[in-house]
């Protein structure tokens, strides 16, 4: 069945790092679009950055851009997002999530279970 | 940058028609996604492309979006429809960001 799995949330001081990675299955994975997204606690849904099917195309929200970067190895069907320079507003439950296209940013039709990051000291 | 603005709740009786709308300016001119998310579970797809419904998805579900508000419609409300929604487009400007609406607790009275 198609699932997307991430895995590599934790606890980690301000100012560290963190890798989540995302393993997809069921569906072809290169030839889709990939999203994270994620939600603080008790909040809404926020969108963190996509990258086109074949890593072609990468776009950040501006409140991760220059610190956070996706990359994906379509040959391991694996998404993941680099984090660094972590701050306490980056707590939340991080989602990968399946693009309906695999261009442009279009319907996110699946999605992982999350994976929480907490970042304190 | 595109903001979409969502009501904080929607409160319904069972039986009855519950709307949901996510305003953004010429909203009507992008495609408009909603999403259902029960607590402690990851978002589902309910409506994408305005009014078009993945399979699974109840026909009690169904969409509109015109001018500068998208309509997300529930007919026919079931206790176990009660959730968080979000609406969500892609704002290709030059900005490319996708946006999320803040997000409407539907209560099932």
């Known amino acids: 069945q198609v699932q997307l799995v991430e895995s590599g949330g934790g606890v980690v001081q301000p100012g560290g790092s963190l890798r989540l990675s995302c393993a997809a299955s069921?569906?072809?994975?290169?030839?889709?679009?990939m999203h994270w997204v994620r939600q603080a606690p008790g909040k809404g849904l926020e969108w963190v950055a996509f990258i086109r099917y074949d890593g072609s195309n990468k776009y950040y929200a501006d409140s991760v851009k220059g610190r956070f970067t996706i990359s994906r190895d379509n040959s391991k069907n694996t998404l993941y997002l680099q984090m660094n320079s972590l701050r306490a507003e980056d707590t939340a439950v991080y989602y990968c999530?399946?693009?309906?296209?695999?261009?442009?940013?279009?319907?996110?039709?699946?999605w992982g279970q999350g994976t929480m990051v907490t970042v304190s000291s | 940058s595109y903001v979409l603005t969502q009501p904080p709740s929607v409160s319904v009786a069972p039986g009855q028609t519950a709307r949901i709308t996510c305003g953004g300016n010429n909203i009507g001119s992008k495609s408009v996604h909603w999403y259902q998310q029960k607590p402690g579970q990851a978002p589902v797809l309910v409506v994408y492309d305005d009014s078009d419904r993945p399979s699974g998805i109840p026909e009690r579900f169904s969409g509109s979006n015109s001018g500068n508000t998208a309509t997300l419609t529930i007919s026919r409300v079931e206790a176990g429809d009660e959730a968080d929604y979000y609406c969500?487009?892609?704002?290709?400007?030059?900005?490319?960001?996708?946006?999320f609406g803040g997000g409407t607790k539907l209560t099932v009275l």
């Open positions: 969500q487009v892609w704002d290709s400007s030059s900005d490319h960001h996708v946006v």
């Open positions: 999530a399946k693009d309906g296209s695999g261009y442009d940013p279009d319907a996110f039709d699946i």
């Open positions: 069921g569906f072809t994975f290169s030839s889709y679009g």
